[in-house]
């Protein structure tokens, strides 16, 4: 029965079942406070395994975490697992601050945890907390650590130096199969310790290594690199606020943006997009002292997330000192930004992430014209020896071909032109000098037809006919590209100067007409 006379400041026994509903996401984010640890311990290898527990208790799963870092004295041992006991307390030269993550993030998932240290080859320290134990009250303060062995299931370690911390009857993992959760775990810690990996730091989990994965797709060790930087690099200099609104020390964050490559990804089915971290991937990953801290729908104003927002990507860093203005928690998963920050951030942001937007739109909307156009390119090849053979383009419009070839990589695969083959038709979009709704230029075999997207014919009928896909739309489309085709063929085929300065010319006016009646 509870002492009602205790007045002492923290009922241990309640506080500590409680702490255990409090500050984790989830398993991922609970062992990579374990890993923040070995990393700030100079761990080179951390070894993480899931297991099933020998003791066949009621929860009978086991999960480990072995690093090779400088390991700990006895009283850095007891410190550890104390509730703020870290002897470094506010250091911002590391991933840790609070001396909260090690006793904190073990019971968000485990009603027990061991830790072995050690700084000497044969010399184990041990200590542990139970749950239970503390919540009978049979368990007051962290027992002094005392000298002892390995658990035998741990095998021979080889570092001089490490540590080992064991969370047994884990209660609270978030999935119950031993495979399913190591899968779980590789790609977000791939993700949050990147940078670690990249410098050469081994993640291993059950056996298998963590692959770093950047989120940008910059990274030439990264799976599938292929992203492009969009822009410059935008650097703030932040002065580092309380949450009072007291002045503090400057600090820098840096924000970068990149481009998926959308032409060579975006014929690949869901699932492998699924599998590169495409689909639902939009967000910006929020990087401190190297490390992920979190990754969403940041700083970006009134701007809603789209599915074409999973095409490009923005990573953004920041100095330690700028803890209190990102607001970061003890936990490390997640930022609170102070209204400060947001009132900096946010525009730059928003207008490159609106931007970014609107690049990605347009390049799906050519890819899916391009696919849609190539049944009326080989329609019109196949047509053409029924025609009047063209005369022979001159330089301006050969030299307008090869400008068109540097920005369309879909001119740069037509093959060259064999005596008596068919001119080879392609219809592409770009922003016209004038504004006429088409134009068109002729090289070696090759026919362009050049259509306006400004223009308010494509913006307000021919544009519809790409984005809403039925049977009806894709067949006026085609009957549409074959009427511009034959317009644009016919002005070609003019021989003299003055009848194709008059072609050119109505070809203006007429598109000058269509724009007044459709907009006024």
């Known amino acids: ?32 406070e374990l890993v923040d640890n070995s990393l700030q311990a100079g761990a080179s290898e951390v070894i993480i395994s899931i297991a099933a527990d020998d003791e066949g208790n009621e929860h009978p799963m086991r999960v480990s975490v072995l690093d090779d870092g400088c390991g700990m004295d006895k009283k850095t041992l007891r410190q550890a697992l104390r509730f703020g006991g870290s002897s470094r307390f506010n250091d911002r030269n590391g991933l840790g601050r609070y001396g909260m993550g090690l006793p904190n993030s073990s019971f968000s998932q485990a009603r027990r945890v061991d830790v072995y240290s050690w700084r000497r080859s044969g010399t184990v320290l041990h200590t542990y907390l139970d749950v ?11 027992p002094e650590p005392y000298e002892g062995a390995l658990p035998e299931w741990v095998g021979k370690v080889k570092s001089k130096t490490g540590t080992l911390v064991v969370w047994a009857r884990c209660d609270r993992l978030d999935h119950r199969r031993i495979s399913t959760i190591a899968r779980k775990l590789s790609a977000p810690l791939g993700r949050v310790f990147r940078y670690y990996l990249w410098d050469g730091v081994n ?37 580092a606020r309380s949450l009072n609104g007291s002045p503090g020390q400057i600090g820098q964050v840096t924000v970068m943006f990149s481009e998926l490559p959308i032409r060579s990804w975006h014929q690949l ?12 991937g939009a967000g910006v990953s929020v990087v401190r002292a190297n490390r992920e801290i979190d990754f969403g729908w ?33 936990t490390k998963q997640q930022i609170r930004p102070l209204d400060y920050l947001q009132e900096i951030l946010t525009p730059d942001l928003e207008t490159q992430a609106k931007a970014l937007n609107g690049r990605v739109r ?50 740069q695969d037509v093959p060259a032109p064999e005596e008596g083959a068919p001119i080879q038709y392609r219809i592409i979009q770009e922003n016209l000098k004038d504004t006429s709704f088409f134009s068109f230029a ?30 009806e739309n894709k067949e006026l489309r085609s009957q549409l590209d074959l009427f511009l085709l034959g317009a644009a063929r016919a002005e070609a085929a003019a021989t003299r100067d ?20 459709l907009i006024g």
Not at 500 to 507: D, G, I, K, N, T
Request: hydrophobic share 35%; net charge negative; proline share 6%.
């Open 1 to 32: 029965m509870a002492n009602q006379d205790d007045n002492s400041i923290i009922a241990v026994d309640k506080f500590i079942l409680a702490t255990r509903d409090s500050g984790y996401k989830g398993t991922e984010s609970a062992i990579a």
């Open 132 to 142: 239970d134990e503390i919540a009978h009250g049979d368990l007051t303060e962290v």
């Open 203 to 239: 993640i291993v989990i059950n056996g298998v290594k963590v692959v770093p994965f950047d989120p940008l797709y910059l990274h030439a060790d990264s799976p599938e690199p292929g992203g492009l930087i969009y822009g410059k690099k935008i650097e703030y200099p932040i002065e």
């Open 269 to 280: 089915s869901n699932e492998e997009k699924r599998q590169l971290g495409v689909v639902n």
């Open 298 to 330: 940041f700083f970006m104003g009134g701007k809603r997330k789209e599915n074409y927002d999973d095409w490009w990507r923005c990573e953004i860093r920041f100095d330690p000192i700028l803890d209190e203005v990102f607001g970061i928690t003890h």
């Open 362 to 411: 347009q390049a799906h909307l050519q890819i899916r014209a391009v696919d849609r156009t190539i049944e009326v390119e080989r329609l019109a090849s196949e047509k053409d020896q029924l025609l009047d053979p063209l005369p022979k383009p001159g330089a301006k419009s050969e030299k307008a071909i090869e400008n068109l070839q540097k920005r369309h990589p879909t001119l």
């Open 442 to 471: 002729v090289k070696d075999g090759l026919f362009v037809l050049i259509l306006n997207p400004e223009h308010p014919f494509y913006k307000r009928i021919y544009k519809p006919l790409i984005e809403n896909e039925t049977k």
């Open 498 to 517: 003055p009848q194709r300065e008059a072609l050119v010319q109505f070809r203006k006016i007429w598109s000058d007409n269509i724009a007044t009646f």
